[in-house]
Every structure is written in structure tokens, then in C-alpha cells.
């Protein structure tokens, strides 16, 4: 990030930039709770704008409980969370609580764009929609009373006790169906593991970079982001004890296999150490499995949840990005201490995920013709990846061929930033994911996202070849 604050790069007031300036600083861990904030006169040097600007923010900041101050001292960061309020919610009573609401990845996919490589998504075209709509007359006949049922808040019964079968059958899991919860997509069970396990200034693991959603999620329940960079080989083991030994991190959020977004999974022998390492440390493993199945060169290594014996990894495993994104199934395994809570915050958060949904994917699931649709699914996945590489080859983007998942995780050639470019991008109809939404420090400027799983052929082609253009055009001489 930037050190200085520059009126004409942003529209936001002056003193609002310094205030967000102070927030990022402890949102990151750099400033913490009772340090001394940088008296007024060295951050108005720093940042290269009036005293007063800093006084205003400062004030502003104390105003709103995140500083206090310390008679003949100066500022210190307060031990309230920090990121209730924000200074436009001064004005206003309701946004005080609902201002600091973030989602980053939403506001990306809500750019209108014909070619959207934003969204990491199954083309719908890819999806088995003639067999779904035969399914749901089947699934009405069979439970006429459908529609005028509740589910319990753990979930359908019958499909607990299937997919509990199912963790058995394909990863020698043994489990019951107590040990199942359904929930409404990922995304809400990393959402309930937060209402239920994270307070306020509270630490976690997460990779960097990492799935932007979840990001916002933890922050907005005040917790604190150590980032463990993640690469093609895995992670540094030995960084992961000393962050586990030192910060004692409540949980560490991770997705090992075709992460989104660099599509990198995290070696075998990694794998169990991680396990004993949590179990060590009482560090709860948060597993998320989305692309498990979306793989292209055979399968990939076992879930960490295989070697978890004393309960100190949670399973989720969403079926949104082959079964159907819009049934919102995704199944939490964990043990009997983790998945209590879990049930209690789903009660409150929805008491159920609608029994439709349940029935329906259950249907599918156990369909002979899932597996065919699943095979042709990953070709199709494959062509769409390697024509994407295909149209960025020569261009000075560089990448790792990822063996499975929805992403290219691409390095912008040299002098080309993430925001300028998708700014540019977007004028000619292009959406991607820029790499600083992804990285907890928002930082990773220099990379970016596209998704060559919601896009069909023809359009990566064009589009592909239009983002080349976009970048040689930004990038002369290079
Ligand atoms: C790593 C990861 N976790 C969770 C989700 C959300 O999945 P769901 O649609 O099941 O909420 C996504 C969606 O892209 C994801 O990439």
C-alpha cells in the first residue's frame, strides 16, 4: 500500500483516508491493541498531508471508541473492536451498524461484462439441467407433503445418513450422521464457524491469498488474519508452528486442494503434520473441500479431515460447483464438540436450509448419471483451462498450471497494476478478480483471478484475446 495519501487519487475526504489509514494498519496486527499511535506530527510527514487532517481523523477515531487517549501522551489503540463504526455512521445511526458490511468478491461480480472471468462458477450450460428438471416432478411425487415441511437445523436425516455413507465409501472416513450438518452453501458454514468459535480480536490462520469472501466474513466478526502464504508446493511448515506456537490462533482457514484462487493443493505429506500440528497447538483446522471433485489428472490427495482422529479438523464440503450452485448444499463434518455449536447457530441463523433443496440434491446425488455428468464435466473444464492458457501464452502473464478447480492465478506482466488494468478491462466488457480482494493484507497488486469455468469457448477465445490486447497497450516497450 501506498504511504502517501493523495486528495486526487481518491474522492473520499482527506481525513476519512487517514482514518482508514489507522484502521488498515490495525486490521492488519501492526498496530495493537494499547499501542501508541504515531503522534500527529510524524504521521502528517508520513502521509504528507496537514496536521489537522490527522487531528480530525484521530478524533474521529477516538469518537468512535477505536483510540483513546492518554492525558500528556498521546493516542492508543483502544481494545474495543475496532471495526464497528465507520465516520460516515456518525451521521447516521443506522449505517453505525451496518457500515462496516464488506463483500468484496460481490461487488466484482456485479460489474455487468460479457466476459465475465470474475465468476468462479460452472457455466450453467455444463450443468445437467434436462435430468434436474425431471428430478424435481420425481421428488414431489415421492414427498407430496414437500413444500409444507420444515427440515430439522441439522438437515434432512436421509441425506446426513448418505453422505456420511458417502465419506466412508470414498475416503475411509468412518462417521455419523450426528457428525453431518447441512448448510446453505459454504459460505454460510464459514459464516456460523465464525459466529460460533471467533470473538473480537481474536486471531486465525488464513492463507495468502485466500477466497475473498471468507476474508470479509472473519473481519466482520472482528477477528485478526495472520497470513500463511500459500504456494505450489504447499505451505512452510515450519512458519505455520511458529505462528500456531506464538499467536495461538483459534482457527486456521484453508483450501488445500485446487485453492481457489491459485488452484495450488497442498502436498500429501503436508497433510498429517498439519493434523498434528493443530492437535498440538489446539488450532481448529477449518478444511474447505469445494473443488474436490473438479480435478483433471487423476484425483487428488486425501482431505486432511483422514487423519484427524481427536477432532480438531471441520469438513466442508460444498457440492455448489458441480451438483447445482443453485441448491446451495454444502455438508460440515466435524466431531461431536465442533458440530453442536454449529447446529445452535443454524438454528438461529435460518433453523434449517430448505428441505426442497435437501430432497432434490439428494436425488441427484445418488444418480448413476452424476458420475457421467462429473467426467464430462471435468473434459469440459480442461479444454476451457488450456485454451485460456493457450490465449495468454506469450503475452508476459506467467501462471502454474493448476490440475484441477475454476482459476488461473496470473501474474500481470512487469509494470501493469491489477486495478488500472481491470479499470481498463471492464470499459472493454472484461470482469476478472483482482489479487488484492483475495490477500488479507491487500496487498498482490500484481495478480489477478480468471476464471475459465463460466465462460464458454468462443468467449474465452475473444475475450481472452482482448485482455492480451488491453495489457500490451498498457504495457509498451515491455
Ligand atoms: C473456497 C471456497 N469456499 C466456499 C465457496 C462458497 O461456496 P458455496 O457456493 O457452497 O457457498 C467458494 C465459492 O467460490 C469457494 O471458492
Redesign the pocket.
Known amino acids: 500500500m501506498s504511504q502517501t495519501v493523495r486528495p486526487k487519487e481518491n474522492v473520499k475526504l482527506l481525513f476519512q483516508q487517514v482514518y482508514d489509514f489507522v484502521i488498515d494498519r490495525i486490521e492488519r496486527g501492526e498496530w495493537q491493541s494499547h499501542d501508541k499511535l504515531p503522534s500527529i506530527r510524524n504521521l502528517a510527514q508520513e502521509l504528507q498531508v496537514h496536521r489537522l487532517t490527522v487531528f480530525r481523523a484521530y478524533q474521529m477515531l477516538k469518537q468512535n471508541g477505536i483510540v483513546y487517549v492518554k492525558e500528556k501522551s498521546g493516542y492508543y489503540v483502544g481494545s474495543k473492536n475496532y471495526d464497528e463504526v465507520s465516520p460516515l455512521a456518525m451521521e447516521n445511526p443506522l449505517l453505525s451498524v451496518s457500515g462496516h458490511l464488506k463483500n468484496h468478491l460481490n461487488e466484482i461480480h456485479g460489474i455487468p461484462s460479457v466476459y465475465q472471468f470474475s465468476q468462479?462458477l460452472i457455466d450453467p450450460n455444463l450443468l445437467p439441467n434436462l435430468f434436474l428438471s425431471e428430478y424435481v416432478k420425481e421428488v414431489f411425487d415421492s414427498y407430496p407433503k414437500l413444500l409444507g415441511t420444515y427440515s430439522s437445523a441439522q438437515g434432512d436425516v436421509e441425506l446426513r445418513e448418505v453422505l456420511s455413507r458417502y465419506l466412508l465409501r470414498h475416503h475411509n472416513i468412518p462417521s455419523t450422521s450426528d457428525e453431518v450438518l447441512i448448510t446453505t452453501?459454504?459460505?454460510?458454514a464459514?459464516d456460523l464457524l465464525s459466529r460460533s468459535f471467533i470473538r473480537p480480536m481474536d486471531k486465525i490462520l488464513v492463507e495468502r491469498p485466500t477466497?475473498s469472501?471468507?476474508i470479509d466474513i472473519f473481519r466482520q466478526h472482528g477477528a485478526r488474519l495472520l497470513p500463511v502464504d500459500i504456494q505450489p508446493t504447499g505451505y512452510d511448515l515450519e512458519l505455520v508452528e511458529q505462528l500456531m506456537k506464538l499467536h495461538k490462533p483459534r482457527i486456521f482457514y484453508m483450501?488445500p486442494t485446487f485453492h481457489?484462487p491459485t488452484g495450488y493443493t497442498v502436498p500429501t505429506s503436508q497433510r498429517k503434520r498439519l493434523v498434528e500440528l493443530a492437535e498440538q497447538y489446539g488450532c481448529l483446522l477449518v478444511e474447505?473441500d469445494?473443488f474436490h471433485d473438479i480435478y483433471f489428472e487423476g484425483p487428488p490427495p486425501p482431505p486432511l479431515f483422514t487423519y484427524d482422529s481427536e477432532g480438531w479438523v471441520v469438513y466442508l464440503r460444498?457440492f455448489?460447483k458441480y451438483v447445482a450452485?443453485g441448491l446451495?448444499i454444502?455438508a460440515v463434518f466435524a466431531r461431536s464438540p465442533v458440530i453442536r455449536p454449529l447446529i445452535t447457530a443454524k438454528s438461529l441463523a435460518d433453523n434449517g436450509t430448505p428441505l426442497v433443496n435437501q430432497k432434490l440434491f439428494l436425488r441427484c446425488f445418488e444418480s448413476e448419471r452424476l458420475q457421467m455428468h462429473l467426467e464430462k464435466l471435468r473434459t469440459a473444464l480442461q479444454i476451457r483451462r488450456v485454451l485460456m492458457e493457450k490465449g495468454l501464452a506469450g503475452a508476459g502473464f506467467s501462471w502454474v498450471t493448476p490440475n484441477g478447480g475454476l482459476n488461473l492465478w496470473v501474474k500481470l506482466p512487469d509494470g501493469l497494476s491489477a486495478n488500472a488494468f481491470l479499470e481498463e478491462c471492464v470499459r472493454h466488457s472484461i470482469s476478472f478478480v483482482p489479487g488484492r480482494i483475495c490477500d488479507p493484507l491487500g496487498e498482490m497488486s500484481s495478480w489477478i483471478r480468471l476464471s475459465y469455468s463460466f465462460v464458454n469457448e468462443e468467449h474465452i477465445r475473444a475475450g481472452v484475446g482482448r485482455l492480451v490486447e488491453i495489457a500490451g497497450a498498457m504495457t509498451p516497450g515491455s
Not at 452453501?185 to 454460510?188: K, L, V
Request: hydrophobic share 35%.
Open positions: 468462479a452453501g459454504a459460505q454460510q464459514i477466497y469472501a471468507a483450501n481457489n474447505d469445494a460444498s455448489s450452485p446451495r454444502c
